[in-house]
């Protein structure tokens, strides 16, 4: 009798929850594919999009750049090691970029450096700590102060040629979703994957204990070095130490997987599967819980597609091979996840050289239920090993695929990106807890129930995503979406949208 009731109650529950889904018209996504592209602040590429919060009517204190001393900038310094990448043709130089007025300025404008969205920029930081020092308590206004490129920050492009500003015109674009945590690529990957920041574990006594970064008593800045320049127009600032730990053992600045592929090679005749251990770049293995094991609770099918991953796997990662990002791999990172296990085996895809294997399995119609893609380096379109224009044009493809998919009919598409990049962005992030929200990113919502031709001005951030899925199948809660959530409430900053906001569901 005991038996029967429970399995009455639980069996009720489901019924609940199923109606819940129903109710609120969830049930009709039956496939959740994510995009996740590089490194991209929304005014850097959507600052004149219509209806969207650009800069178009922005008055001079809502773009002007201070000193670090507080004071306004008499003009932008030069962008520090040139503002294209290296090798890049044609070069803008640190001489050219020199002397610019203290506003955005337009990458591709004919009248200014004319310079198309297909030749790379440089790279910029793009971390933890900086990333808040720029913010500024929320002015963003301290983005050249806090950089190491100079003007370069204040960058963005026309947008309005390219592939996926069709695509948002088309669908919808989000112009209030924002990073999931303060910092770079490998924080933020794993923000995606389980709403969590990785753990050291008692860093100060391990082979990572030179990492701990040197900040001030507010937590948020990092101690300026005695010989660092007073001045942004002197030079790029130095640091006590910049470290990729917290002092109290969170890796918030990018670490190596502890599993191969890793940009730790193996221990001298340990495992070849797995990273030295005893390197301080080498993140231990992280056990938190993640999206992936919530949804296998209930047995729903999900895989991240790596781009070129197999190719990793190999060793061909440089050369006429893609650039591939070890720290783009977030569940490469979980030990339950690790080599040889059977989680592993069918949840870490290879997507292929170009994404061929990830669009075989599209245009075959069998895709997991929750699919992630992240594609290759010089496809993701981050600066410094990667155009604008070469992840625009792969992303669309990979877009004009999944809209002649078999299972298009029922499925809910999201590009985002996975941080800012160090680029500046006007809009002040919500105030939240220790880790974030950050700065503001692209984000694209194609479905065939999207709001078609909107901008969907819902507060969001990579988070959102997670509360998507977690929604609709009716999962536990990830700890660290109510952390966030709790935090929001606090602060008194609003209620993070989980994406329904830009669908007709009903």
Same mark, same amino acid.
């Given at each position: 009798m005991k038996k029967l009731a429970t399995l009455f109650i639980a069996a009720t529950a489901l019924t609940t929850a199923s109606a819940f889904a129903q109710e609120a018209g969830l049930d009709k996504i039956k496939t959740v594919v994510v995009i996740y592209a590089e490194n991209r602040s929304f005014d850097n590429l959507y600052a004149a999009f219509?209806?969207?919060?650009?800069?178009?009517?922005?008055?001079?204190?809502?773009?002007?750049?201070?000193?670090? /001393?507080?004071?306004?900038?008499?003009?932008? !310094? #030069? #962008?520090?090691?040139?503002?294209t990448a290296k090798g890049a043709t !044609?070069?803008?130089?640190?001489?050219? #970029?020199?002397?610019? !007025? &203290?506003?955005?300025?337009q990458i591709d404008a004919p009248d200014g450096f004319n310079l198309p969205a297909s030749v790379a920029t440089r790279d910029m930081w793009h971390r933890f700590y900086q990333?808040?020092?720029?913010?500024?308590?929320?002015?963003? /206004?301290?983005?050249?102060?806090? *950089? /190491?490129?100079?003007?370069?920050v204040m960058g963005y492009y026309d947008g309005s040629t390219t592939a996926l500003w069709k695509v948002a015109q088309k669908y919808v674009l989000a112009d209030h979703f924002f990073l999931g945590a303060f910092g770079g690529s490998f924080m933020n990957h794993i923000m995606l994957a389980c709403a969590c920041v990785p753990i050291y574990p008692d860093a100060a006594n391990s082979p990572a204990k030179d990492k701990l970064s040197v900040v001030e008593d507010d937590g948020v800045t990092l101690k300026v070095a005695p010989d660092s320049p007073a001045s942004a127009l002197q030079g790029p600032p130095k640091f006590v130490n910049d470290g990729t730990l917290t002092p109290d053992g969170f890796a918030v600045n990018t670490m190596a997987p502890p599993y191969?592929?890793?940009?730790?090679?193996?221990? !001298?005749g340990g495992d070849p599967l797995y990273a030295d251990r005893a390197n301080g770049n080498t993140l231990p293995p992280q056990t938190q819980t993640n999206i992936g094991d919530e949804l296998n609770t209930k047995n729903i099918t999900w895989a991240w597609y790596g781009g070129a991953f197999g190719e990793a796997l190999k060793g061909n990662v440089g050369g006429p091979a893609p650039i591939f990002q070890f720290h783009h791999q977030p569940f490469n990172y979980f *030990?339950?996840?690790?080599?040889?296990?059977? *989680?592993?085996?069918?949840?870490?895809?290879?997507?292929?050289? &170009?994404g061929t294997s990830f669009i075989a399995d599209i245009d075959a119609g069998t895709l997991p239920t929750v699919t992630f893609y992240k594609p290759q380096g010089n496809l993701n379109q981050h600066p410094g090993y990667a155009s604008e224009a070469s992840g625009d044009a792969h992303i669309a493809d990979v877009i004009s695929h999944l809209e002649k998919s078999p299972q298009?009919?029922?499925?809910?598409?999201?590009?985002?990106y996975d941080e800012n990049g160090g680029l500046w962005d006007h809009v002040a992030p919500p105030k939240a807890d220790r880790w974030g929200p950050g700065n503001r990113v692209p984000t694209l919502i194609i479905s065939p129930y999207a709001k078609m031709g909107t901008v969907d001005h819902t507060l969001y951030d990579t988070t959102s995503i997670l509360r998507f899925i977690t929604n609709r199948w009716q999962l536990p809660q990830l700890p660290g979406?109510?952390?966030? /959530?709790d935090a929001m409430k606090a602060n008194g900053t609003g209620t993070i949208g989980d994406l329904t906001g830009a669908l007709n569901l009903q």
């Open positions: 219509p209806g969207a919060e650009g800069t178009t009517n922005l008055k001079p204190e809502e773009y002007q750049q201070l000193d670090r /001393d507080g004071k306004v900038l008499a003009e932008l !310094p #030069s #962008s520090w090691g040139g503002l !044609p070069e803008i130089t640190e001489e050219k #970029s020199a002397h610019l !007025p &203290n506003k955005p300025f990333e808040q020092m720029q913010i500024d308590g929320g002015k963003n /206004d301290k983005f050249v102060a806090w *950089a /190491d490129s100079g003007s370069a191969q592929p890793s940009y730790v090679k193996p221990a !001298p *030990a339950n996840l690790a080599p040889g296990t059977p *989680a592993r085996a069918e949840h870490l895809r290879d997507g292929g050289m &170009n298009w009919k029922d499925m809910l598409v999201v590009v985002t979406l109510k952390l966030r /959530d």
